[in-house]
């Protein structure tokens, strides 16, 4: 009866020895691989839940398009091209400020990133809200091209927006008819009203600069 049972044993552990060593070298690194995956899965979901809720303050060069006017882009409706101003100081992106940073390549060609400053509202220009349904452009953290005769001048590809509620802009001159006909850079009421109070915070400001229309034309 021992033998049996020895032999039982021997069996059994020479049965489970292939069996452990499979899953050691094969089934844990596979089983731990795919809890990786799932693990930034879960965290990109997340993050893309946030929608603008990540903010960064970075200090570096940049193209503001806060009141840029845009014309869609030939063969893609969904595009548009804008025409913003190039600046450096404090700016705020939706991604950390090494991913928007500025660059030249080989050929002499400066690239920047739109992203969005209190630059406009210190010069006193007034947020206009326009209606829902009327096309816009979304420029943050879009990459853009400077103009080599005017490096004061970017060009930037934006993504057209139509929206179920109203929107805003720095452009416009609070001219409202402008917001049928024109496609201004802008932001839903809600991002530019807390990208406006992240950098008050942020710069230790005494008072919001952001100011809207009132008496729209």
């Not at 069996?11 to 731990?32: D, E, H, Q, T, W």
């Not at 899965?41 to 839940?49: A, L, R, V």
């Not at 210190?122 to 943050?140: S, V």
Request: overall charge positive; glycine content about 6%.
């Amino acid at each position: 009866m021992k033998d049996t049972n020895r032999y039982n044993k021997f069996f059994v552990g020479l049965i489970m020895n292939p069996i452990r060593s499979v899953l050691v070298s094969y089934i844990i690194p596979v089983l731990a691989a795919l809890a990786v995956v799932y693990g930034c899965h879960q965290s990109e979901s997340k993050g893309k839940e946030k929608g603008h809720g990540k903010m960064f303050l970075c200090k570096q060069e940049y193209a503001l398009c806060t009141s840029a006017l845009c014309v869609p882009q030939p063969g893609d409706p969904k595009k548009a091209v804008c025409f913003c101003d190039v600046h450096e100081g404090p700016n705020l992106a939706t991604v950390p400020c090494n991913h928007v940073q500025s660059s030249t390549d080989k050929h002499g060609i400066k690239t920047v990133f739109s992203t969005f400053s209190l630059r406009q509202m210190h010069e006193g220009r007034k947020a206009m809200k326009c209606p829902a349904g009327t096309p816009w452009t979304w420029c943050l953290n879009k990459r853009c091209t400077v103009d080599p005769f005017n490096h004061q001048k970017a060009i930037c590809v934006c993504d057209v927006m139509r929206t179920n509620s109203e929107w805003t802009t720095f452009g416009g001159h609070c001219n409202t008819a402008t917001c049928q006909t024109s496609y201004w850079s802008g932001a839903t009421i809600a991002a530019a009203d807390q990208g406006a109070k992240f950098l008050v915070k942020e710069l230790g400001l005494e008072k919001n600069p952001m100011k809207w229309c009132e008496h729209p034309k």
